[in-house]
């Protein structure tokens, strides 16, 4: 099956600053999403991003399919941002592998 | 509020009982999804349900019963668990979008087996 590698797996940031979260597969992919997980262990959908990039306000992400690996740009970082990303992949049906997951801490 | 509730939030039950998890979505889609997701480890599919129908199941235990009546409610009837199976199950419902499902999850249902 694919392996999904996430990097780095914990950072800390002061409020503010900016950060670029990777994730890389091992496989193609051609379902590509990227989650963040809030203290209390909701999941919100922020990008489905087989490729290229998109930006959602502060959020952007960027898909390199042909090196199998995707960023998710937070610029501006602030405490709500806190929680866990997870990036997950997918070649067809319903499965998707899930990373392990980038745990962020803003600090004020 | 993703569109897609779970309840109950919290559950705690002994190794004998039999007790049920509860997903609903609003928002139309056609597959629902249970995960599981325990310390430490990255989420797992347990089961897929497209138009009631499952089309997933990925070697779950029998103990784990999962129901789908319509394309809007989905059931996780839980009996004779290990306290290994404590885990918060994230229900979640999907779109296609160019072929590709886009997950939406609800909050969870966070599970101790004692």
């Known amino acids: 099956g694919i392996q999904v590698e996430q990097s780095p797996p914990d950072l800390i940031l002061q409020e503010g600053a900016n950060s670029t979260l990777r994730c890389n597969f091992s496989?193609?992919?051609?379902?590509l999403q990227w989650f963040h997980q809030n203290p209390w262990g909701q999941l919100i959908n922020l990008f489905y991003?087989?490729?290229g990039t998109k930006q959602n306000g502060r959020l952007s992400a960027t898909t390199v399919a042909t090196e199998r690996y995707s960023l998710l740009y937070i610029s501006s970082s602030q405490t709500t941002d806190s929680g866990v990303y997870f990036c997950?992949?997918?070649?067809?049906?319903?499965?998707?592998?899930f990373g392990k997951g980038t745990k962020l801490s803003v600090i004020p | 509020e993703t569109g897609v509730t779970q309840t109950p939030r919290h559950l705690v039950m002994g190794m004998t009982n039999k007790k049920s998890l509860k997903c609903e979505q609003h928002?139309?889609?056609?597959?629902m999804y249970w995960y599981k997701q325990s310390a430490k480890k990255p989420l797992e599919l347990m089961f897929v349900?497209?138009?009631?129908?499952?089309?997933e199941n990925n070697s779950v235990p029998s103990r784990f019963s999962p129901e789908c009546p319509n394309s809007s409610h989905l059931f996780l009837h839980l009996h004779t668990l290990q306290p290994e199976d404590s885990a918060l199950y994230l229900c979640?419902?999907?779109?296609?979008?160019?072929?590709?499902?886009?997950?939406?999850f609800g909050a969870g249902s966070r599970l101790t087996v004692l």
């Open positions: 979640a419902s999907s779109r296609p979008v160019s072929g590709a499902n886009v997950l939406t």
């Open positions: 496989d193609s992919v051609n379902n």
């Open positions: 991003i087989p490729s």
């Open positions: 997950a992949g997918g070649a067809g049906s319903y499965q998707l592998t």
């Open positions: 928002l139309g889609h056609n597959a």
């Open positions: 349900y497209n138009f009631k129908e499952q089309t």
